[in-house]
């Protein structure tokens, strides 16, 4: 599976933006799609995931209400809304699938950059 993390940018606080991770290859051994940031300076954290079959979400408390995970299955793409922006969310983001019911991923998209300034 090849992942594509794109839509990241330079915005100003309480704004929105909307990240996509479009898939590719073997897309039918998806079984769930996660998002997650890395901060200069600090260890990656996750954000969010979903369920391909099922759309099931589970967020980070940190995000919860600001951020939405969601998935066209037609297109192969999985979304992160992202609103009410603030500077402690600039950030490298990436985008991972793992083909199990297993908190590891097993395969990860380059990242997108997302700025924030206040």
């Known amino acids: 599976v090849q992942l594509q993390a794109s839509g990241g940018g330079l915005v100003q606080a309480g704004d929105s933006l909307r990240l996509s991770c479009a898939a590719s290859g073997r897309t039918f051994s998806i079984y769930r799609v996660g998002w997650f940031r890395q901060a200069p300076g600090k260890e990656r954290t996750f954000l969010a995931r979903i369920k391909w079959t099922d759309s099931s979400t589970i967020y980070t408390d940190s995000v919860k209400g600001r951020f939405t995970i969601s998935r066209d299955n037609a297109k192969n793409t999985v979304y992160l809304q992202m609103d009410s922006l603030k500077p402690e969310d600039t950030a490298l983001y990436f985008c991972?699938?793992?083909?199990?019911?297993?908190?590891?991923?097993?395969?990860w998209g380059q990242g997108t950059l997302v700025t924030v300034s206040s």
């Open positions: 991972a699938v793992t083909t199990r019911p297993s908190l590891e991923y097993d395969y």
